[in-house]
T-cell receptor
Framework: AQSVSQHNHHVILSEAASLELGCNYS??????LFWYVQYPGQHLQLLLK??????LVKGIKGFEAEFIKSKFSFNLRKPSVQWSDTAEYFC???????????FGQGTRLTINP | DGGITQSPKYLFRKEGQNVTLSCEQN?????MYWYRQDPGQGLRLIYY???????QKGDIAEGYSVSREKKESFPLTVTSAQKNPTAFYLC???????????FGQGTRLTVV
């Protein structure tokens, strides 16, 4: 069955620290991959997505993610975080050719000023 | 102004009652989804629909029902059979298989 695992439940960092949030998926076929962010009191919005091509994907607000097929991973990174990055982050996967969209458990990120 | 509208924002229900959550989109998207968000459990898929008059169960469909009579509408009914209905419910829609999903603001359901 299709599933997504985010290993970090709550990450606390100081401003300017580097960030990496893990995401692993279970499906062995071709997938589309997404990272969404939910800022406090706001609805989910897309950070970045991967469908095909360059495995290093750049998104909004300085975020990037790398698709490593051999590791079934799509980790999210940011070189230097800001207090405004405090939010919950969700990784999601969708099998190509299907509509089912599955999310991970989410990672709560707290940035201390 | 295109988007997804969920109503109401807050909903209170007595135990044993069914309640229907509304989700409307004017994005002309074919696919629509319902998720349940609980702390520490992320978003869990309840039902999804790829086209009008068709829908599939997600991972936690028990105690829920849906309909898709119109392209723009995908209401979710939380029935009395749902053992733990208090949660935050999110509706989403998507244009086609290669596009990202867009989310509504959510409905927070509390059973009292």
């Amino acid at each position: 069955a299709q599933s997504v695992s985010q290993h970090n439940h709550h990450v606390i960092l100081s401003e300017a620290a580097s960030l990496e949030l893990g995401c692993n998926y279970s499906y062995g076929g071709t997938v589309n991959l997404f990272w969404y962010v939910q800022y406090p009191g706001q609805h989910l919005q897309l950070l970045l997505k991967y469908f095909s091509g360059d495995p290093l994907v750049k998104g909004i607000k300085g975020f990037e993610a790398e698709f490593i097929k051999s590791k079934f991973s799509f980790n999210l990174r940011k070189p230097s975080v800001q207090w405004s990055d405090t939010a919950e982050y969700f990784c999601a996967t969708q099998n190509q050719g299907a509509q089912k969209l599955v999310f991970g458990q989410g990672t709560r990120l707290t940035i201390n000023p | 102004d295109g988007g997804i509208t969920q109503s109401p924002k807050y909903l209170f229900r007595k135990e044993g009652q069914n309640v229907t959550l509304s989700c409307e989109q004017n994005l002309n998207h074919d696919a629509m989804y319902w998720y349940r968000q609980d702390p520490g459990q992320g978003l869990r898929l309840i039902y999804y629909s790829q086209i009008v008059n068709d829908f599939q169960k997600g991972d936690i469909a028990e105690g829920y029902s849906v309909s898709r009579e119109k392209k723009e509408s995908f209401p979710l009914t939380v029935t009395s059979a749902q053992k733990n209905p208090t949660a935050f419910y999110l509706c989403a829609s998507k244009e086609d298989r290669g596009r990202e999903a867009f989310f509504g603001q959510g409905t927070r359901l509390t059973v009292v």
